[in-house]
């Protein structure tokens, strides 16, 4: 390998004991060696980047460099490449960075070191390891970690709105619960105690209200009544589910043990409590609508 043959005056140390030493030659020939079988891309230059060797893995990829400049070599480029490093290694550091190339859709880490000459002249080192599948694998990675955070937060939130669901199920349990029971206090009671203190021909009607009262004893009539028109005592909200169920003022009274007068009274007061005083609104019709 013709471009190698500028190492032979590199001197890589210098042994105390000069019965163990080794010749030039023989050291330069074993870092050759060792650079030779580097997977990376190496390469050798001096300051005003001419190579002065080149990697066989660097070769098979862009052949041999001839009288080729680095930039001109690797980038096809007319003049030093925009992330060039030269000025801080010829001053004596040891440089490593990460480079993306579009024009490879590679991304490599570079790490460049100087290289000390018999002569005290420097020359720099420079190997290109290509990092594409791990920042890759990296970037999948990341990907995936965000889509993991969203996924998260999008179970969050469906949490949430099954708390929320939840938690509107047991409000319209208990809401239920209290209108059963309410439905209970003001319809099924009252009937219960009319047919206990009534033994006569309207018996069978009040079962049949009392049936009725129990098949829809989760109404919310009577519970919307009473929110809406809050006014109305117990006795007029009882009054008010008897006319629902279309009993005359007569029957209504027996059942109450009332007068028809007392009755009449109260419808009266039922309508002007439910702001429909004078108008020609059937009552019973009315309260069913509600």
């Given at each position: 390998?013709?471009?190698?043959s500028h ?7 210098r ?12 050291k330069n020939n ?7 079988k580097?997977d990376?891309?190496?390469y ?7 190579l002065?060797?080149t990697s066989?893995s660097?070769q098979?990829v ?10 001109d ?10 992330w ?12 490593s960075w990460?480079q993306?190339?579009?024009s ?5 880490n570079?790490?460049e070191v100087p290289?000390y ?10 190997r290109?390891?290509?990092?594409t ?12 970690h965000s889509?993991?955070i ?6 969050n939130?469906k949490?949430?709105?099954?708390s929320e669901?939840l938690r509107?199920?047991?409000y319209?349990?208990?809401?239920i619960?209290c209108?059963?029971?309410?439905n209970?206090n ?7 105690d ?5 033994t006569n ?7 049949g ?10 109404s ?7 929110l809406?028109f809050?006014?109305l005592?117990p006795?007029?909200?009882e ?10 003022s007569?029957?209504?009274?027996d ?12 419808r ?8 429909i005083?004078?108008k020609?609104?059937?009552?019973s019709a ?5």
């Amino acid at each position: 390998m013709l471009e190698n043959s500028h190492l032979t005056n590199i001197s890589l140390e210098r042994s105390a004991n000069t019965d163990l030493a080794m010749t030039t030659e023989v050291k330069n020939n074993i870092l050759i060696q060792t650079l030779d079988k580097f997977d990376d891309g190496v390469y050798i230059s001096n300051q005003d980047y001419s190579l002065l060797y080149t990697s066989p893995s660097l070769q098979d990829v862009f052949g041999p460099p001839g009288n080729k400049k680095c930039f001109d070599y690797l980038f096809n480029r007319d003049d030093a490449c925009p992330w060039c490093r030269n000025q801080e290694v010829f001053s004596g550091k040891v440089i490593s960075w990460e480079q993306s190339f579009d024009s490879f859709s590679k991304t490599y880490n570079i790490q460049e070191v100087p290289l000390y000459y018999p002569n005290k002249e420097l020359r720099k080192i420079t190997r290109y390891r290509d990092i594409t599948d791990h920042k890759q694998s990296e970037k999948q990675l990341k990907l995936t970690h965000s889509n993991l955070i969203e996924e998260q937060v999008r179970l969050n939130k469906k949490n949430l709105a099954l708390s929320e669901i939840l938690r509107q199920i047991d409000y319209e349990k208990n809401l239920i619960k209290c209108q059963v029971q309410a439905n209970i206090n003001r319809i099924v009671k009252p009937l219960v105690d009319i047919l206990r203190n009534n033994t006569n021909s309207d018996r069978d009607l009040y079962f049949g209200m009392l049936d009725d009262a129990l098949n829809d004893i989760t109404s919310k009539f009577m519970t919307k009544l009473e929110l809406q028109f809050s006014s109305l005592s117990p006795r007029e909200l009882e009054i008010c589910n008897l006319i629902k169920n279309d009993l005359s003022s007569k029957q209504i009274a027996d059942a109450l043990n009332i007068s028809i007068q007392t009755i009449s009274q109260r419808r009266k007061h039922i309508r002007k409590k439910l702001g429909i005083s004078n108008k020609k609104i059937n009552l019973s019709a009315y309260l069913k609508s509600s």
